[in-house]
């Protein structure tokens, strides 16, 4: 006989439960959730008020169910992570310039200090 049928014919016979986390593993997840709904809307806000597409690209890929971006967000953040290049393989010309001359400024300050 199946368990569903033993569970039917003979009710005060102990059911087989589901797997289930330790309690402590549920309690964590729980308030992990809870600590990104409050954290989530406050780096939403930082990323559409300063240009950065590190977290941009954080919060539209994350897999938070509970961040549910408005059109206007998407759109703001997708254009952020585009002006920073972020998966596009390149760096923009502006950036590669200033990129080329740190590290040219950043030679001759080495070079001189540690020359003989």
């Given at each position: 006989?199946?368990?569903?049928?033993?569970?039917?014919?003979?009710?005060?016979?102990?059911?087989?439960?589901?797997?289930?986390?330790?309690?402590?593993?549920?309690?964590?997840?729980?308030?992990?959730?809870?600590?990104?709904?409050?954290?989530?809307?406050?780096?939403?806000?930082?990323?559409?008020?300063?240009?950065?597409?590190?977290?941009?690209?954080e919060l539209l890929t994350h897999p938070n169910p509970?961040?549910?971006?408005?059109?206007?967000?998407?759109?703001?953040?997708?254009?952020?992570?585009?002006?920073?290049?972020?998966?596009?393989?390149?760096?923009?010309?502006?950036?590669?310039?200033?990129?080329?001359?740190?590290?040219?400024?950043?030679?001759?300050?080495?070079?001189?200090?540690?020359?003989?």
């Amino acid at each position: 006989m199946d368990a569903d049928r033993v569970a039917r014919r003979f009710p005060l016979v102990p059911r087989p439960r589901p797997a289930c986390p330790p309690f402590a593993d549920r309690v964590y997840e729980i308030s992990d959730l809870a600590h990104a709904a409050r954290t989530t809307p406050h780096l939403l806000k930082t990323a559409l008020s300063t240009p950065d597409g590190y977290v941009a690209r954080e919060l539209l890929t994350h897999p938070n169910p509970s961040l549910v971006l408005e059109n206007k967000e998407k759109q703001a953040l997708t254009t952020a992570l585009r002006a920073f290049a972020l998966n596009q393989g390149s760096i923009p010309e502006n950036l590669q310039h200033e990129l080329e001359e740190s590290a040219a400024l950043s030679d001759s300050v080495i070079t001189h200090h540690t020359a003989p």
